[in-house]
């Protein structure tokens, strides 16, 4: 449900989040943290503020989703050295104050939430019990949470703390890896790179199969703008190899375009749907995860 989020607010925690973070690392963490729309062509010191608030304009956003995932990071994450902690721990206060001026209180792992909807006389095991996320309850739940959550956690490993080696998504491989690893402790048999049959005279690697649930996930990291214009004809192709796969009968395609160089996602999600061969049948979904 959207929540206006008063200009007050907005102008806080832009405020603040401007001397934490670079322009190129805010902007990032934005657009992972769903904030709507292309970001605002303006300074860096009122961009923020405004893309929190145009959040809290738009019905189809959960402004303090938006609001909560943007401040997680800060809100949670002290600084090692004693200066930095008393600023954060100043510039932290003022965010809970304005929180409490609109109604608002801050939990950690970026919840926002209305005063009002947490009654005084729940104790703190109450309130986190109902701050933890529903369990999936079956694998594909589980996998589409991971898909539609690898820009966020490529942003964690992207942005790290001040002396840690940082990581970068620029192939395939990069971003097969990354979910690759974030499966794992969900899914015990995920075989990477098997041959399907051949169709139309060649044999293609699947990225990954998951044998125990039928599945097949395909990704592709989308290099320039003359890639994205073959990255449907590839797809295309992939079905086409996916179909004649005896264990395959769904195909998850995740296609990384951190610099928005395809034009028309929508074109792409036209594959979407169920593709027949014969009586063989696999059903497809397209994932577009952007930087």
């Known amino acids: 449900m959207n929540f206006r989020l008063s200009r007050s607010l907005c102008k806080v925690v832009g405020d603040v989040l401007s001397t934490t973070d670079g322009h190129d690392a805010l ?29 809290g304009q738009d019905p189809s956003i959960d402004s303090l989703q938006v609001l909560g995932n943007v401040l997680e990071e800060f809100m949670d994450s002290p600084p090692q050295v004693l200066e930095d902690e008393q600023r954060w721990r100043a510039n932290k206060e003022r965010i809970n104050s304005i929180l409490q001026e609109d109604g608002l209180r801050y939990y950690r792992h970026g919840r926002v939430i209305p005063i009002g909807q ?3 006389d729940e104790d703190s095991g109450q309130i986190s019990a ?11 739940e589980v996998i589409q949470v991971t898909i539609q959550g690898l820009r966020r956690a490529m942003h964690t490993l992207t942005y790290r703390r001040k ?19 974030l499966l794992r ?12 049959p051949s169709y139309a005279g060649k044999s293609t690697r699947m990225d990954f199969f998951l044998p125990a649930h039928e599945l097949v996930i395909e990704t592709k990291c989308v290099r320039d703008r003359n890639h994205a214009k073959n990255v449907g004809d ?11 796969h005896p264990g395959a009968k769904k195909l998850w395609c995740v296609v990384y375009d951190p610099e928005h160089h395809i034009t028309n996602p ?25 930087k």
């Open 234 to 244: 590839e797809l295309a192709l992939d079905i086409g190899h996916y179909q004649v």
């Open 27 to 55: 902007n990032a963490l934005f657009i992972a943290s769903g904030a709507p729309g292309d970001p605002p062509a303006l300074a860096h010191h009122s961009k923020w503020k405004e893309w929190l608030f145009r959040a």
């Open 130 to 140: 109902r701050l933890i996320p529903a369990t999936p309850q079956t694998v594909d």
């Open 163 to 181: 002396g840690a080696e940082t990581l970068h998504f620029v192939n395939e491989y990069d971003v097969q890896d990354l979910l690759h690893a």
């Open 118 to 120: 947490i009654q005084a």
């Open 185 to 196: 402790p969900w899914v015990q048999d995920i075989r990477p790179e098997e041959y399907t």
């Open 266 to 290: 929508e074109g792409l999600k036209d594959l979407e749907g169920t593709h027949s061969k014969g009586e063989k049948q696999i059903a497809v979904s397209v994932f577009i995860i952007h």
